[in-house]
């Protein structure tokens, strides 16, 4: 591994990966190429569950073991026909009360074996699965059932509390996971339910037919229900292909929560449609335990996300040397952007590359990335996915040259394109009023077609007649000693137009002071921009986030303006 000190880049030769030159790829592209590795290719007959689980079963991996789960308490594995089984036995069960294929049926809980058999058994049977994040509260697990109609949740008895049945006139049944006796004629034990059939079962559908509604993340606004089909598997496969860079006989680690996409398209999907090993872990984020994690079970392959890679660089350089990672290849990131000096500090530190990929609920897995075969430029979300056309528009859907600012938009369709918003016609239609699937996020393309984002759309800040990006200025800030992360907004100013505001939690050892203050403007007009230098920070103990890990900067708005915040359902605590 090399760094050109030129052009930033980070240059990697693998003969061993699966996609070896992008070039040759993306001109010899064709989705029915990848579409023959599936067993519905020659039979018609399509499940993605078939294809994730049963069709390596059928094909001399049964035994191979499909998932590891540990959460400090218990200690698992499961090989694919464990899998197999037990998500037929939930479909089955499931059957038994009535659920009907398109039925929506939630599932609110814990990181645990159960949580992923359920959501396989849904799909399994041909309903349409919804992930919850366990956090969520009674609030937003109501929008979410009511808005989809959900027959059925799937929970455990502690959440069960945060579930109001009696609102909810389209639940009829409520599945207790760990419990020992059911309250209500409408409840029903996991294990009861379990127990009814241990018969093989799958329902075949249309590639075009429902299989998961995830809520996205609300950083934005009201968060809105993203239906998944089917046909989404091809799209997943290949980018655990490509992007992923997944190997036969690999372990791989995601830990995103299946409650965002990035938990099932990347953490569920991908890996078991290439048939590695996935790892779960439950439990919440602690450095030592997520390395005592990679050790224990050889991860090769480890996706994660910048806010958890910005915790652990804070955790120290010291931490990382005290395992054994000798068997990881690479990490991967996505969800946020992520800041050159994270790329850096994976060089440095763990002497790995950190690929990060753009892509959001809306487009069900991977559409950009910075693949093994070539150089990451530290700050840059890479090139698109074969077999995807996604370019910088202007407002009226006209293609803008290189290096021009614009909105970041994919050409309809691709494979796990979002098929409907839940109840939202009018907001599905506005995506696509262009002609192309327009994002909502700001960007450019350089000259050799890496792709830079900038900023959500509504935060890029315009301040004396120049555009910044809060992503530039906040991986500014995080460079420096003092910052842990940082969350940058535009504040009206009748001179300037906007003014750039910065709010920073600190490291450790780092007191609030005017003159650290001071520093770190200066340390970002220096190294950045006069203008892109904050004219306010202030110190905040935590920086307002999603349970996914991004931050709110409509939130830090509201605050600073005195607004009303908007829906908050997703906020981490
Ligand atoms: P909502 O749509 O409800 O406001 P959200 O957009 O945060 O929430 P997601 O679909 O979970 O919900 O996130 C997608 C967004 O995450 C993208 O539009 C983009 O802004 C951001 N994102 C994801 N990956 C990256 C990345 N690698 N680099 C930069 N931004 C990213
Ligand atoms: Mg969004």
């Known amino acids: 591994m090399t760094t050109n000190a030129m052009t930033n880049e980070v240059l990697l030769i693998d003969e061993t990966a699966n996609l070896k030159n992008y070039d040759e790829a993306v001109a010899n592209f064709d989705w029915k190429e990848i579409e023959k590795t599936f067993t519905w290719y020659q039979t018609g007959k399509v499940n993605m569950v078939y294809e994730a689980i049963d069709r390596h079963v059928n094909n001399g991996k049964a035994d191979q073991t499909a998932l590891f789960f540990t959460d400090g308490v218990r200690d698992e594995a499961y090989t694919y026909q464990d899998i197999q089984k037990l998500s037929s036995q939930f479909a089955n069960g499931l059957r038994s009360y009535g659920v009907e294929k398109g039925d929506r049926v939630f599932i609110f809980m814990p990181r645990t074996p159960e949580l992923y058999i359920s959501l396989l058994g849904i799909i399994r049977m041909g309903a349409i699965a919804g992930p919850l994040f366990e956090a969520f509260m009674e609030e937003a697990v109501k929008d979410r059932l009511s808005d989809s109609g959900a027959v059925a949740v799937v929970t455990t008895p502690a959440l069960l509390e945060r579930i109001p049945v009696d609102e909810l ?10 419990g020992e006796e059911t309250t209500a004629d409408n409840q029903v034990l996991y294990q009861d339910l379990m127990s009814k059939s241990d018969e093989y079962t799958i329902e075949w559908v249309d590639r075009e037919t429902g299989m998961l509604l995830h809520y996205t993340s609300g950083s934005t606004g009201k968060p809105k229900g993203v239906l998944q089909v089917h046909d989404a598997m091809i799209h997943q496969y290949l980018a655990g292909k490509w992007t992923y860079d997944l ?51 050889g991860v090769n392959v480890w996706f994660s996300a910048p806010t958890a890679l910005r915790m652990i660089m804070a955790a120290g350089n010291e931490l990382p040397k005290k395992y054994d990672l000798s068997k990881l290849r690479h990490i991967l990131s996505a969800g946020e952007p992520l800041n050159p000096e994270v790329v850096r500090w994976g060089l440095e530190v763990l002497n790995h590359r950190i690929h990060d990929n753009w892509w959001m609920t809306e487009t069900g897995s991977c559409i950009c990335a910075n693949f093994r075969c070539n150089p990451i430029r530290p700050g840059s979300m890479g090139k698109p996915l074969p077999g995807i056309t996604l370019s910088i528009v202007d407002d009226q859907g006209n293609e803008l040259p290189a290096n021009r600012m ?67 200025v906040e991986s500014k800030l995080v460079e420096h000693p003092a910052v842990a992360e940082a969350g940058v907004i535009g504040v009206p100013d009748p001179v300037r137009g906007e003014v750039i505001k910065a709010f920073i939690t600190l490291r450790e050892g780092f007191v609030d002071s005017d003159e650290l203050k001071e520093e770190i403007r200066s340390f970002v007009k220096t190294r950045l921009a006069a203008h892109a230098a904050p004219r306010m920070i202030e110190v905040r103990e935590t920086i307002p986030k999603t349970r996914s890990g991004k931050i709110m900067r409509r939130v830090l708005k509201a605050w600073e303006l005195g607004l009303p915040t908007g829906d908050l359902s997703t906020m981490e605590d």
């Open 406 to 472: 614009g909105n970041l938009a994919i050409k309809p369709k691709w494979p796990a394109m979002v098929r409907a918003i839940w109840n939202n016609q009018e907001k599905y239609d506005q995506y696509f009023e262009t002609g192309w699937f327009v994002t909502g996020d700001s960007a450019y393309k350089d000259e050799d077609g890496y792709f830079w984002f900038e900023g959500r759309v509504d935060d890029v800040i315009n301040t004396s007649g120049e555009r910044v990006g809060p992503f530039e």
């Open 247 to 297: 190997r036969e006989g690999d372990v791989y680690w995601c830990t995103a929560d299946p409650g965002w996409v990035t938990g099932t398209s990347a953490g569920m999907w991908s890996p078991w449609l290439n048939g590695v090993t996935a790892v779960l872990r439950g439990g919440r984020f602690k450095a030592e335990e997520w390395f005592q994690t990679l050790e224990k079970y």
């Open 169 to 178: 006139p389209e639940l009829k049944h409520v599945i207790l996971v760990g």
